[in-house]
């Protein structure tokens, strides 16, 4: 076993990462991203050998405060959330002047916390009469009962699923050639074929409906020291597809 003298102290090491920290804190929208780290960090000696799991980390007690605002709160999530929710409504408002009795089914692949839907449903207000279905889904029932708490009394046309996108859409019962959009948020690089990941996506659209997609499209540092430490952040079987040390697509 060979070891290295670090050039500088622990202890010095440390201070300089504190002060680092309260600069980013101090940043508009960064206080969620660096907490979310400083927790990381402290726990990676034990998620690396296995003692501590890395979802009790970023999911405290099942809890989605310590990743919420990463999703939403902070100037480029808004950004992106924002851009989806009007690419949305041009589709919707463009299907309703062709068919004003449509009633529009909308389906959302891993809705998660609920970063993108919150901003989608305050932008389907005026519409929501002629809304039918909004499905929430999600791999984890716990994602399902976070969507039914925060988005229940703002969105009568809520449905919540469980759904991997991954699997055949009729082993999961779920209806093909339906939907006038589907919408899939930082969630598509977490599966083994991005290829088949799409497939299935498609075949929830019904003939001229549309996928929105808001996607990874570069390394990040710290994405790949937080949400990079759940095994499902690796599940990538293509990587001549992906961008090297990341699942993301460029």
Known sequence: VQTCALPISAPALR???QRACEAWR???????????LESALESLPGILQGRVAATTVLFPQGSMSAVEGVYRGNR????????????????VQGRLRADPG????????????GGTSAALF???APW???????????VSPAFLQHGEQHFRARAPYLQTRLFDVERPLAAQGEPAGRCDAVIATNVLHA??????????AKALLRPGGVLLLNELSRFSLFTHLTFGLIEGWWRHADAALRLPGTPALA
Do not use: C, K, M
């Open 128 to 138: 929501a009469p002629q809304v039918e279905a909004y499905v929430y889904s999600d």
């Open 102 to 113: 449509a009633r529009l089914r909308l389906f959302e692949i891993g809705a998660g916390t």
């Open 76 to 91: 480029l999530a808004d950004h992106y959330n924002a851009v989806l929710a009007e690419s949305l409504l041009a589709e």
């Open 26 to 36: 101090a940043l508009p929208g960064r206080r969620a991203h660096v907490a979310l």
């Open 15 to 17: 201070e300089r990462w």
């Open 191 to 200: 599966t083994r074929d991005i290829r088949q990941a799409l497939r299935q």
């Open 122 to 124: 305050d932008a389907l």
